[in-house]
Nanobody
Framework: QVQLVESGGGLVQAGGSLRLSCAAS????????VAWFRQAPGKAREFVAA????????YYADSMKGRFTISRDNAKNTVYLQMNSLNPEDTALYYC???????????????WGQGTQVTVSS
């Protein structure tokens, strides 16, 4: 069993940065693939970024490449999402999720956090 808690969201102006954290409980967290997803009001949840258990493989949605960076510290049971050059279209509830398979599709992720709100003002 893995429990995930996101933090670091907030209100930021366009062009600004935020770093989200996903803290996990459970001794086996380091064996899980972890991803960030987001859901904007009235829209479907979408994939943002994912990182393999060792951190050796990283995946990004095309629109996030070059602006967002995912990383993990298994000693701290934490995954991070550094977000730069934010724009109002990045406003969403951001979730982290953990799964066993190396994949980016939602059904592969079995543990989910409650989300942290990111709001970008213009």
């Amino acid at each position: 069993q893995v429990q995930l808690v996101e933090s670091g969201g907030g209100l930021v102006q366009a062009g600004g940065s935020l770093r989200l954290s996903c803290a996990a409980s459970g001794r086996t967290f380091s064996s899980y693939m972890v991803a960030w997803f987001r859901q904007a009001p009235g829209k479907a949840r979408e994939f943002v970024a994912a990182i393999s258990s060792s951190g050796g493989q990283i995946y990004y949605a095309d629109s996030m490449k070059g602006r967002f960076t995912i990383s993990r510290d298994n000693a701290k049971n934490t995954v991070y999402l550094q977000m730069n050059s934010l724009n109002p279209e990045d406003t969403a509830l951001y979730y982290c999720a953990a799964g066993r398979r190396r994949a980016v599709q939602e059904p592969n992720y079995i543990y989910w956090g409650q989300g942290t709100q990111v709001t970008v003002s213009s």
